[in-house]
């Protein structure tokens, strides 16, 4: 079986990120950058499902800058076999659309073509969660979002979703794209030996040339999104303090009604 997970290289969530001001594109390289969380977890199912299915391979597909080689590289030491980099100047600002199509080239590309394909319900950079839906519907197959179990069984893969609505239970037709959600697992640690064999994995880094992706159909000029204005978040004020002198849970009570909290 032929297993391909999406990853992306995003500002680590523990510092302050912000936009660049002169295009409102996230930046960057103002803080660390790291493989988002839950594609980590997306690795991980999908290094569950090679050990579950022999002779399977796990392939990793990613797009943006050449530092984001250091996410990928962490996905092989986690165990992953090969992976494939679009990494181009032309692609800063890509919407999610953009970017949708873009993968959905790179996963037709590879080698060994898929029988499934695993990501993250969102990245933790845009927050659209719309990804994964779509690049399944650009390659044709079905979509299984939300996921917190996945197995597959011959040609089928079962899943357990959950969302705010509550617990289902899908079954789909190999192939087919799951994006996973936070609860799914608990990503193992590369190891030193996984560590030392990543760097003899190979990495197939492609241009948009190379791709066969034409350069005006993705970019922040291209773009069908883009951000029109942007400010920090103010900072935190202080709060309200009751001074209980008996009548304490009435001037609470006061509080929640004029916020309107009840």
């Known amino acids: 079986m032929n297993i391909v997970v999406l990853i992306k290289q995003v500002p680590d969530t523990y510092s302050e990120r912000k936009l660049d001001g002169s295009d409102g594109t996230l930046d960057r390289e103002a803080t660390d950058a790291v493989l988002d969380e839950i594609n980590e977890r997306a690795v991980e199912a999908a290094l ?6 022999d002779g399977s391979e796990v392939t990793v597909v990613a797009m943006g ?21 679009l990494s181009d100047e032309a692609l800063h600002g890509s919407c999610a659309v953009q970017t949708s199509k873009a993968l959905a080239t790179l996963i037709s590309s590879v080698d060994s073509g898929y029988d499934i394909v695993l990501a993250g319900n969102e990245a933790s950079d845009g927050r659209s969660g719309a990804v994964p839906a779509m690049v399944a519907d650009l390659l044709g197959v079905p979509a299984l979002t939300h996921a917190r179990e996945v197995t597959v069984e011959g040609g089928s893969v079962n899943v357990t979703r959950e969302t705010d609505d509550g617990v289902t239970k899908l079954t789909a037709e190999l ?36 791709a066969g992706i034409d350069a005006s ?12 204005s942007s400010q920090p978040k103010p900072p ?3 709060g309200e303090k009751v001074e209980d002198e008996g009548d304490g849970g ?13």
């Open 48 to 53: 569950q499902l090679k050990e579950a299915n």
């Open 65 to 85: 800058p050449d530092r984001a080689t250091d996410a990928i590289r962490k996905a092989l030491s986690m165990g992953a076999d090969k992976a494939v980099h």
């Open 175 to 210: 192939p087919a794209l799951v994006s996973v959600n936070e609860k799914i697992n608990e990503p193992r640690y590369p190891s030193f030996k996984g560590i030392m064999a990543a760097k003899k994995k190979p990495v197939s880094t492609l241009s948009l040339a190379d």
């Open 217 to 228: 159909q993705v970019g922040l000029a291209n773009a069908l999104s883009t951000v029109t």
């Open 236 to 238: 935190k004020s202080a």
């Open 250 to 262: 009435s001037k609470i009570a006061a509080y929640l009604v004029s916020q309107k909290l009840v």
